[in-house]
């Protein structure tokens, strides 16, 4: 590994470097990373395409995350909304603003872990942008596919249907109390925050088992339920005892002395998929999605007419509007 | 336009606002800004992809580019590299990293600057992300096609052809000279920084007209030749006084105290197109280029062997090696 800073090594020489680490490029990319633009053989079906931002010190912090840790997660959170439509993804552009004081070594890190991650998925890196900067600013692109027609969206849910969501709730807040020390460091929990898994198989098989709407929980179980609740213009009702957590969120929960749905509802970064679908469907679902991943999927709550609002229902039975968002980039 | 801070207004409502200030979604856009990704139709051709990211104080600093200059150059600079491969743009993506005390009527500036590019080459905005960050960063990426087969690299130069280059060079560097107060703020420079225009029609002309080899003029031409020289393994011999450069160009630079064609070669944000042809198919290109675009299109030089380097031969006739870079982000 290179203890060199950027400044000494420059631009072009730093983007050799991307360029030779970078696995073998698959069948479809016919130009990969190092001209003006990558060129691509087109999509199959509908192209699914996405963006998202990691900030040094907004979403993440260089004393908890290794550079690998940075690398994995920038893709991860993009990877994820490539899941909630249903897709594939196939490619990744990702610029990085960086200080020209970095190392060397935290770039090459860096890209090892986007491309473990994304070797994992069969995800090429084809291009990018590396620029000087105060703070790390990684802004990750992906590319997919879908099949027409296929995709799943926030829109489409209707009253009477099931809600659902993929595997457990509260550990991405879960993580960022461990890594404050507020909480025992438990590695399920730092993992949740530095390695999050995009649920894309799980994604497919919604799509193609006849969910309705669907939504990748990164900002909190309150703020997908609003988007869902306005795109499709309807309501819901969740039941707070139903939320899947793991041993490991609770006992967080109870060391910082918070109701363990909290972290669910309104910590986010949790990259589990929320959705909803008719109640035939959602038994043959939840079946289906726990054969051929091994992902639990559990019916949280229920689909409600618009004027209903979004309505919590406490353990003790008692119902009440849903108050409160989750993440906000700027609040 | 709103004077509130982003704070006030949150994420969410930010979102709204960009959906709603955008044009109506041009055919092909099967789902665009607002969901968890974009959903379009697949590319006709080849997928061309490219990605770049504007600092606030690196390439750009608010007091000298409005939020409408700001919102067009982000768009620019990612087009010029569609040009450059001879592509048409079709779509993008635009994440925006923004200080939390920043106005909301800045970012309705910003987006109607981009979408005032965008809307002349019919280039829609399907989606992206908004962040916080200490200085505003803007990360665009654009999707566009080229038929197969058809795209312009940088690879392709053979020894004995033509090297050309597109309008006039040296006025990037030029207008940031007279947004520093060292030369007169004359409006033609002060544009060429704030409101590029990509040269899509002429990188169409080029690819389609039998140019070998292309690259955007965005870090000053010795970059480029560094780049077209290593990718296509040539060398080039330039002619200094053969850079087109402007009557503006030339009184900034004697201004400054700086020989004219130092702009030009290591100034950058020139966003021409420099490209190799053979000798006939240069000849032609001349007259199809400036008849169909009204863009001059000057031979500035010529490709040598790899063994020969990169060679410039000053107005006295002196020819010595090219000594330097252009622009580094990390230097």
């Known amino acids: 590994m290179s203890r060199e800073e950027l400044r000494e090594i420059g631009e072009a020489a730093l983007v050799r470097r991307i360029r030779d680490a970078a696995p073998p490029a698959p069948s479809g990319v016919v130009l990969g990373i190092g001209d003006d633009a990558a060129l691509l053989e087109p999509a199959r079906g509908w192209q699914v395409a996405t963006c998202d931002t990691l900030v040094e010190n907004v979403h993440f912090r260089r004393d908890g995350f ?10 991860a959170v993009s990877l994820s909304d490539v899941a ?5 993804p ?19 890190g860096f890209y090892a872990g986007l491309h473990e991650l994304a070797e994992r998925y069969e995800v090429a890196l084809v291009g990018g942008d ?7 600013t990684v802004s990750v692109t992906v590319l997919g596919e879908v099949p027409v027609g296929r995709a799943l969206r926030r829109a489409g849910a209707h009253p009477g249907e ?13 993580g960022l109390w461990a890594m404050e020390g507020r909480c025992p460091p438990r590695e399920e929990l730092l993992q949740a925050q530095r390695r999050p898994l995009p ?13 309705t709407a669907a939504d990748d929980v990164s900002d909190g179980l309150a703020s997908e339920l609003r988007e869902l609740a306005e795109a499709g213009r309807v309501g819901f009702r ?31 970064e949790d ?17 289906e999605v726990v054969g051929a991943t091994g992902t639990p999927l559990t019916v949280v709550g229920e689909v409600l007419p618009a004027g209903e609002g979004i309505r919590v229902v406490e353990a003790s039975g008692r119902e009440r509007p849903l108050e409160g968002w989750g993440w906000d980039s700027f609040r």
Do not use: H, N
Not at 84 to 88: E, L, P, Q
Not at 271 to 287: D, F, M
């Open 66 to 75: 290794g550079p690998r840790d940075v690398g994995w997660k920038s893709l």
């Open 84 to 88: 909630a439509m249903g897709g594939t």
């Open 90 to 108: 196939r490619y990744c552009l990702v610029s990085l603003a960086l200080p020209p004081d970095m190392s060397a070594a935290w770039v090459e």
């Open 130 to 136: 590396t620029v000087r900067a105060q703070a790390v």
């Open 162 to 174: 099931r809600l659902l969501v993929t595997g457990t709730l509260g550990k991405g807040m879960a």
């Open 199 to 211: 649920r894309l198989e799980e994604g497919r098989r919604l799509a193609s088992g006849g969910a």
């Open 238 to 268: 969740v039941f707070l005892d139903r939320l899947p957590l793991s041993a490991a969120v609770r006992r967080a929960a109870a060391v910082v002395g918070r109701p363990a749905w909290e972290p669910a509802l309104f910590g986010g």
């Open 271 to 287: 990259y589990e998929l929320l959705c909803t679908a008719p109640v035939p469907a959602a038994g043959r679902l939840i079946s």
